[in-house]
């Protein structure tokens, strides 16, 4: 077994934009559940990510800290083995953006698939954030601030992880040695759920989710409104599983692949309606929603409780980033100011930390 010291490091995060829900679950979450006990893991409450596009209401991005704070916890994440941080309370992250922005085109940022997607379901036409453009370069410093070398991530974020390894080639060809490492994206099974209304992708953006806090009747609700086939209209007719929202997800979370199999059989010949469909995968959420939820209710009465975790990761995690900042200052030769007991600038960064 590894000593922790030696363990690959895992960086990941979540903007919080809003709370945690089924795709990040397949997703990431249950990688990172899985993973903590081997790996050494950071996770990032990605709020400043969050404002790129959300600058309009700062006080949701805020109000998502603890809600999504909650949600890692109430999911199996245990702050000894994770250690869970903010973005905007760690500088080094800031300065290493910034640094890095300097090895990117717009060009490049203007051609990224992700974003590209992204600005169109986000109706941004021409009126981009220059932050929302940019943030594939802040993700790349909050890969790299960690010298991450695994990110498990939905599909959706492989274009994001191939930029930052980009970005870590440039830096490292410029520095003449191996400052940074190079990271792998784990992608699951299901790397990329779709919303219940069947769009690509499940999004707290789209309002097409079902939260990892939802209630009984709201998961039922949301199973209810779920897109099936419009052609199957009588339980007679013969259906299609193909963009049928409810089928995928059952291949997403039912663990009896073999009773999938019969309904999906049974469906296609005609004959099963879509309400003993629903009814199976309502079921199915139910069960495993249940328990997140009763460990998110304990969690939500002890809110200091969070926050202390939250306050305990960041401040470890800016011994790691700030000793990342230096490195790779000093691998490009770029000048530092020392002054008697630190670089000049760390005084002001620890009275920050203390606030
Ligand atoms: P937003 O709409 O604000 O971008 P989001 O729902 O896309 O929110 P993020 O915080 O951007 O969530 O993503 C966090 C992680 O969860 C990423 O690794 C992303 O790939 C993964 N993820 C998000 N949505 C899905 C999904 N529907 N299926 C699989 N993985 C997902
Ligand atoms: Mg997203």
Redesign the pocket.
């Known amino acids: 077994m590894p000593t922790c010291a030696e363990r690959p490091v895992i960086l990941?995060?979540?903007?919080?934009?809003?709370p945690?829900?089924?795709?990040?679950y397949?997703?990431?979450?249950k990688n990172r559940v899985a993973l903590q006990s081997t790996h050494r893991q950071f996770l990032l409450l990605?709020d400043a990510?969050?404002l790129t596009?959300?600058a309009h209401d700062p006080a949701k991005v805020s109000r998502n800290i603890l809600e999504i704070a909650t949600d890692y916890l109430a999911v199996g994440i245990e702050p000894d083995l994770t250690t869970i941080c903010l973005q905007s309370h760690l500088p080094a992250l800031a300065d290493l953006t910034l640094l890095y922005m300097n090895f990117v085109t717009v060009a490049r940022l203007e051609r990224n698939p992700t974003i590209k997607d992204?600005i169109q379901?986000r109706g941004f036409g021409r009126d981009i954030p220059a932050g929302f453009l940019c943030y594939p370069v802040a993700q790349a410093a909050d890969i790299t601030a960690f010298k991450a070398t695994i990110?498990?991530?939905?599909?959706?974020?492989a274009p994001l992880i191939e930029q930052t390894n980009e970005i870590v080639r440039r830096i490292n060809r410029q520095a003449g040695r191996d400052v940074l490492p190079e990271a792998r994206a784990l992608i699951?099974r299901?790397?990329?759920?779709?919303?219940i209304d069947g769009k690509a992708?499940?999004?707290?953006?789209?309002g097409n989710?079902i939260p990892l806090s939802a209630a009984p009747d709201q998961i039922r609700d949301a199973v209810r409104r779920m897109f099936t086939d419009p052609n199957h209209v009588r339980a007679s007719d013969p259906g299609r599983i193909e963009g049928n929202v409810v089928f995928t997800y059952l291949d997403a979370f039912d663990d009896d692949p073999a009773a999938v199999a019969n309904l999906k059989a049974r469906y296609i010949r005609g004959g099963l309606g879509d309400s003993v469909v629903k009814e199976r995968l309502d079921e199915v959420l139910q069960a495993i929603l249940a328990p997140i939820r009763a460990r998110r209710n304990l969690l939500a009465r002890d809110p200091g409780h969070v926050l202390d975790v939250i306050r305990r990761g960041t401040a470890q995690a800016r011994g790691v980033t700030e000793a990342t900042l230096r490195d790779v200052r000093d691998a490009l030769g770029l000048f530092t100011l020392h002054e008697p007991g630190g670089i000049v600038g760390d005084t002001h960064r620890m009275q920050y930390a203390q606030q």
Do not use: I
């Open positions: 990941t995060g979540d903007r919080t934009t809003g945690l829900h089924l795709g990040h397949v997703g990431s979450l990605a990510q969050a596009d959300n992204e379901a990110v498990p991530v939905g599909e959706d974020q699951p299901v790397g990329r759920l779709p919303g992708k499940m999004s707290k953006s789209q989710t």
